[in-house]
């Protein structure tokens, strides 16, 4: 099964900043999704986006795909607090099955 | 409220014994699946079933057994084949494994083997 690696490991900002996390995978993909995970939680799903798109947004957070390249990053603007956790990439290929890599874990310093 | 429960929410265990995790959901979800974090790890498939009464091994499936007796559940049983269960285990599901839907996951349920 195919999995996401994220990069970097750690992140560590100030509030206010913005954090971009880079997530790369091998094989093709007919969609790559993002997920949260805060300290002893489940994950939380952040956003979707289809192999045929480019870029989407949600509120403060920015994902971009180039399948060219395999990869896509998460940008979050104008980090909170709140917005510390982990951050796990999910590429689905042809066994619909989203496989996860060891995550980006952020720290955001108020 | 609907959503995808795990119980207990901390779990202790003594070498030797097995035990099941219990992972219920209220979404009408044909798929569930279940996953072993370690810490800083990533998570790692160990089974998933995709309809009632099929399920399907994962990447990690030795000395772990599960059942899909209803659409609702989908318990996990460490067994004491199990080398290092010591873990956080997270269920989820999604409507239909079939197509490209989110992931709804549970809280988690943290085992400690003693």
């Known amino acids: 099964s195919q999995q996401g690696e994220e990069d970097p490991q750690a992140l560590s900002i100030q509030e206010g900043e913005n954090a971009t996390m880079n997530c790369s995978y091998k094989?093709?993909?007919?969609?790559l999704q993002w997920y949260r995970q805060n300290s002893g939680r489940g994950l939380v799903h952040l956003i979707l986006?289809?192999?045929?798109?480019r870029e989407k947004h949600s509120g403060r957070l920015r994902v971009t795909l180039d399948t060219s390249k395999k990869s896509s990053s998460l940008l979050i603007t104008a980090s909170r607090a709140a917005d510390t956790a982990s951050y796990f990439c999910a590429p689905q290929g042809g066994s619909y099955i989203p496989t996860f890599g060891r995550g980006t874990s952020l720290i955001v310093h108020p | 409220d609907g959503g995808i429960t795990q119980s207990p929410k901390y779990l202790f265990r003594k070498e030797g014994q097995n035990v099941t995790l219990s992972c219920e959901q209220n979404l009408n979800h044909d798929a569930m699946y279940w996953y072993r974090q370690d810490p800083g790890q990533g998570l790692r498939l160990i089974y998933y079933s995709q309809i009632v009464n099929d399920f399907q091994k994962g990447d990690i499936a030795e000395g772990y057994s599960v059942s899909r007796e209803k659409k609702e559940s989908f318990p996990l049983t460490v067994t004491s084949a199990q080398k290092n269960p010591t873990a956080f285990y997270l269920c989820?599901?999604?409507?239909?494994?079939?197509?490209?839907?989110?992931?709804?996951f549970g809280p988690g349920t943290r085992l400690t083997v003693l």
């Open positions: 989820a599901s999604n409507p239909d494994s079939y197509s490209t839907d989110t992931q709804y």
């Open positions: 094989t093709s993909i007919n969609n």
């Open positions: 986006i289809r192999s045929n798109e």
